[in-house]
Every structure is written in structure tokens, then in C-alpha cells.
């Protein structure tokens, strides 16, 4: 358990995820969505779902080859000029991307060199400060009686009385240049990270145009390939890819268990969340596939024991311990749902994650335990226009709650490492760089919200 959100991780993505990577290359839209002798239902689901997006590819295809065969309004050349002028556009962006980055590495470099010296100032100036401290004390340490019973001569000990002075003034001026050294230090390693996060935004940028340019030019060939007499041929082609990629999707969504938000609702509700906060919907949708598969796993436990927090499984009957913190979340948990109605002892929440320990209690697509889901209940009011209690078992109140903690830890800013960070954060409650597992999810929540974009980008 995070220490904001409960995560859970799911042992297999869904639609939009790694079968896509595993399988996309080796199937066409052609495979039938039958089952195969011996196949079991996961291997099913695996190849299903990379046939349904080799059939969206296949379909995006056709259909962009159709629309330049029917346009009127401009011809092949003209169509072709198009992707011309796209894929210029983007390297022309590469090429400005490549001259930031080699800017900011050279100002990175200053930083850097910069910083060195003023940490090394600053270990000169604590050894200066040490040598003046022990001076100090030894002019401290005479008194009066020793003065006049040793053999130090009264001129001499006033002479130690204005070398005390001396140092003492000394020691105040080291005292403020290590605090103006440390304040210096402290806004330029500042400054250096936003550079450094800057340039890992622009490399990003280029591996997605990269990527666009790819595209760009197969289709660029496709269209080379057209003509006019065969507009009737593509069309009927679309129509099947349209109609084989119907029947897989009829076919795989079944198989995703629970009660699953149909992906277009989805959108919507994360649509409506980016409004209020600037958070992508695309990655917002990444984030909650991993809590709950877009609402299927919304837990399996009741409790049955308030003072203990622990509960029974749905399924099973089975005892089930650590369902629910007492001293955390019981409280909320009751507040909660006698505003909404429902019976605490069988409203279901997710059970202890018997692998990493500690509790469970996290409530509804959003995966909130309730002392969180309570820390947002009046700014879930305002960004949702409401009077009543928000219910986070409500799918659009869900999707809000995420979409608000998600602003609260940066990914409303956009850019690969705000997003990222915010994955890092929204996970474990930490950066990406405390540890290396933190840091994978990170990345797979971008990966994955890349992979769900394509999706959104061809509906």
C-alpha cells in the first residue's frame, strides 16, 4: 500500500497494454475471433487483443487511403504534399529539439561546474569557520586570576583582547558568506534540475515525432499506390476492417471479468476530469487501468469487524485479515457510506494484499482508502457541481478524485517528466528515484498512456 492511494498491480494488462507489443506483429485482422484447440482463456484474451489493434491499425489505414481517394478537393499530389509538409514540420521540430538540448547540456555542464565551486567554497569556508571557532576559544579560556599569576605581561593580554576581537569579527563574515554560498548552491541545483528536466521533455519529444515521421511516410507510400479506379476496392476493405475489429471487440471485452467501464465511457469521464484540472485523459486512463482495470477489480472483501478491521472475502466466505485499518479508516469508512446510503458491513473494498502486507480498504475504480477519498470530498463538490456526498464507487466521481491528486503531484503540466514523476508519487507516495521498482512503474504508466492516446487518437 502507497501512502496516500492503494495500488494494486495487476499481473495482466488490458486492452491497451503489453499483449498489444507481444502479439501485434505476429497476427493480421484476418484471425478469427474463435477460440483455438487447447488454448486457455488468458493466452485467448492475449491474442484477441493483439488482433483487435492489428485490425484498428488496418482500419486507420484503409480509411485514410479512402478519404484521399474520395477528396475532391485536392488531388494525390496534393495528398501527398500533405504528409510532405507534416514530415518536415516534424524534423524541422527535431532539429530545434536537438539544438535545446545541446544548449541546455552546455548550460547543465556550467551548472554543474558552478555548483562544484560553490560546494567547494563552502567546505573552505567550514575549515576556515573551525580554525576561528579554536582561536576563539583559546583567547575565551584566559580569566582574570590566570592573567595576573602567570607570567603573560597586562599589554600582552590586552593584545589578546583585540586579537579576540579580530576573530570574532572574522567569524561573523564567514558565517554570512556560507550562508550566501548555501542559498547560491541551493537555487542552482534548483535551476539545473528544470534544465535537466527540460531536455529529458525534448528528447522525449523527438522519439514521438520519430515516431510520427514513421508513420508519416508508410502512409505516404500507401497513397503512391493509389488511384482512382480503385476507390470501390478500399472502401469495401474498410468496411471489413471495420466490421472484424466490431467482432473482436465483442469478443474481448467479456473476458476482462468484473463489471468493466466500456473504454469509451472511460474517455469520457477522463475527458471531463482533464477539463477541471489539465490532466491528460489518455494518461489518467493509464493510471486507472493499474488501480482497478478501469473499474473490474474494485476489491473483494467485506468487513465484518469494526473494532479489529478485519473482514471476510466476498467469494470464498473466508476470513480475510487487515481489511481496514481501525485507528485510520474505520471512522471515515462509516461516515462515508451512512451519507450514501449503504450498509458499511457489505459495501466492498479491497482486501490485504497478502504479498506486501499492511492493509487494504481502498474503495471503487479509484482505488481511494478513506481516510484520502475524505481529504477530497469538498474540492470533489466544487470541480464536480454537486451538493451531495461524492461516491467513489461512482465512476465519474472516481475518475475526478484521481485526476485531482494527479494536479496536486504535477501532471497537470504535462511533459514526460511531470507525468512520470506524478506516476512515481501517485504509486508510492515517492520520486521515481528513490527505487528502481518506483521508477519502472513510472515509466510503464507512460508507456501505457501512449499506447491508450494511439487508441484515442483513431476513435
Not at 268 to 291: C, D
Not at 378 to 388: F, P, Q, T
Request: contains cysteine; aromatic residues 8%.
Amino acid at each position: 500500500m502507497k501512502m496516500h492511494v492503494r495500488f494494486t498491480v495487476l499481473a495482466v494488462f488490458l486492452l491497451f497494454t503489453t499483449p498489444f507489443f507481444a502479439h501485434a506483429q505476429a497476427v493480421t485482422c484476418s484471425e478469427a475471433p474463435d477460440s483455438l484447440p487447447g488454448e486457455s482463456s488468458q493466452q485467448r484474451k492475449d491474442r484477441l487483443t493483439a488482433v483487435y489493434n492489428a485490425c484498428n491499425a488496418e482500419y486507420q489505414a484503409a480509411q485514410d487511403q479512402l478519404t484521399a481517394a474520395q477528396a475532391k478537393s485536392s488531388s494525390l499530389t496534393n495528398d501527398i504534399a500533405v504528409l510532405d509538409a507534416k514530415i518536415k514540420a516534424a524534423e524541422l521540430q527535431i532539429k530545434a529539439k536537438n539544438l535545446l538540448i545541446q544548449t541546455l547540456s552546455n548550460n547543465i555542464t556550467q551548472k554543474q561546474a558552478h555548483i562544484d565551486d560553490l560546494e567547494s567554497r563552502i567546505d573552505s569556508g567550514k575549515a576556515t569557520l573551525a580554525a576561528i571557532m579554536r582561536k576563539t576559544n583559546e583567547v575565551d579560556a584566559y580569566s582574570f586570576p590566570e592573567v595576573a599569576l602567570s607570567q603573560t605581561s597586562v599589554a600582552g593580554f590586552f593584545q589578546d583582547l583585540d586579537t579576540f576581537q579580530s576573530v570574532q569579527e572574522s567569524l561573523k563574515t564567514v558565517f554570512e558568506q556560507l550562508r550566501t554560498d548555501q542559498a547560491s548552491t541551493t537555487a542552482e541545483k534548483d535551476a539545473l534540475e528544470v534544465r535537466q528536466n527540460t531536455e529529458m521533455d525534448a528528447r522525449y519529444i523527438i522519439q514521438q515525432q520519430q515516431k510520427n515521421i514513421e508513420t508519416d511516410k508508410k502512409t505516404q507510400k500507401q497513397l503512391l499506390a493509389l488511384s482512382k479506379d480503385n476507390e470501390k476496392a478500399y472502401s469495401s476493405l474498410a468496411a471489413q476492417k471495420a466490421s472484424q475489429a466490431a467482432k473482436i471487440r465483442a469478443a474481448l471485452f467479456p473476458l476482462a471479468g468484473g463489471v468493466k467501464i466500456p473504454f469509451g465511457q472511460a474517455l469520457t469521464y477522463a475527458q471531463a476530469a482533464s477539463a477541471k484540472t489539465g490532466v491528460r485523459p489518455a494518461f489518467l486512463l493509464a493510471i486507472l487501468t493499474n488501480e482497478s482495470a478501469l473499474g473490474a477489480n474494485v476489491g473483494q472483501c467485506y468487513i465484518s469487524n469494526l473494532s479489529t478491521g478485519d473482514g471476510i472475502n466476498i467469494k470464498t466466505g473466508s476470513f480475510s485479515p487487515n481489511v481496514m485499518k481501525p485507528t485510520r479508516d474505520i471512522q471515515p469508512f462509516l461516515e462515508i457510506t451512512k451519507s450514501l446510503g449503504f450498509d458499511p458491513m457489505k459495501t466492498v473494498v479491497s482486501c490485504q494484499q497478502a504479498s506486501v502486507g499492511g492493509w487494504g480498504g481502498a474503495m471503487g475504480p479509484a482505488q481511494f482508502i478513506p481516510s484520502t477519498w475524505a481529504l477530497f470530498t469538498d474540492r470533489l463538490r466544487g470541480a464536480l457541481g454537486i451538493a451531495d456526498e461524492p461516491n467513489p464507487w461512482n465512476p465519474a466521481h472516481a475518475f475526478m478524485a484521481s485526476a485531482l491528486y494527479l494536479d496536486d503531484l504535477g501532471a497537470g503540466n504535462g511533459g514526460y517528466t511531470a507525468e512520470r514523476n506524478a506516476a512515481c508519487k501517485y504509486y508510492s507516495g515517492s520520486s521515481c528515484t528513490k527505487s528502481r521498482a518506483i521508477a519502472g512503474y513510472g515509466t510503464n504508466a507512460i508507456n501505457q498512456a501512449n499506447i491508450i492516446q494511439q487508441n484515442i487518437n483513431q476513435l
